[in-house]
């Protein structure tokens, strides 16, 4: 099965920092690649997703991720992060219906 | 549209006790998941129905752990007996078939069972 790795256990930012968080997978084929978001105290929500096309993607509340099909990498960014963006960042990657998460990266903005 | 439901939403039981997690899909969709996420942990694929068949259980931990989905409906994830390691919080996904023009291969997900033994 493919396996998804996040190199950031925990971020610390301040205000208006860009943010850019590592994800890489391990498959050789068609993959589609996602990211989600658990806030505090809520469930887990997609943040955005990439299935084909431009491997630029935007999602929600600023937040866009490249995809590099070379380096086998989805990473996400944002230029300025706000204090509501604390929260923790799943990367996934899912080959047909089977979907795989990496361990999370804990983003702490202060304010 | 209703979401992902699960039951309950937080369990503490004593060591050698059983629970039972229920998890209710978006009507429609096929694909049923469960997985776990222990506390700092990554979010960890336990198993995968496909309407009421068992896809990949894989992620099973061991034979305490007990997965159903009768009628291809509503699941339930059964742990007897439970153990200390078992803590955690249990997630359950669902989506539709990777085949259907409808899929994205979105997984929508439920609140979490956070279920703590003693």
């Known amino acids: 099965a493919q396996s998804v790795s996040q190199h950031n256990h925990h971020v610390i930012l301040s205000e208006a920092a860009s943010l850019e968080l590592g994800c890489n997978y391990s498959y050789g084929g068609t993959v589609n690649l996602f990211w989600y978001v658990q806030y505090p105290g809520q469930h887990l929500q997609l943040l955005l997703k990439y299935f084909s096309g431009d491997p630029l993607v935007k999602g929600i509340k600023g937040f866009e991720a490249e995809f590099i099909k070379s380096k086998f990498s989805f990473n996400l960014r944002k230029p300025s992060v706000q204090w509501s963006d604390t929260a923790e960042y799943f990367c996934a990657v899912n080959v047909y219906n089977d979907m795989r998460f990496g361990a999370g990266t804990r983003l702490t903005v202060k304010p | 549209e209703a979401g992902v439901t699960q039951f309950p939403s937080h369990s503490v039981i004593e060591k050698g006790q059983t629970v039972t997690l229920r998890c209710d899909p978006i009507?429609?969709?096929?694909?049923l998941y469960w997985y776990r996420r222990v506390m700092g942990k990554e979010i960890k694929f336990l198993l995968h129905f496909v309407k009421e068949s068992k896809q990949d259980e894989s992620g099973m931990p061991n034979n305490r752990f007990l997965a159903e989905r009768t009628g291809g409906t509503y699941s339930t994830l059964k742990v007897q007996p439970a153990e200390l390691e078992d803590s955690g919080v249990y997630f359950c996904?669902?989506?539709?078939?990777?085949?259907?023009?409808?899929?994205?291969?979105?997984?929508?997900f439920g609140e979490g069972s956070r279920l703590t033994v003693l």
């Open positions: 009507s429609g969709h096929d694909n």
């Open positions: 996904a669902s989506s539709t078939p990777k085949t259907s023009g409808a899929n994205t291969g979105e997984l929508f």
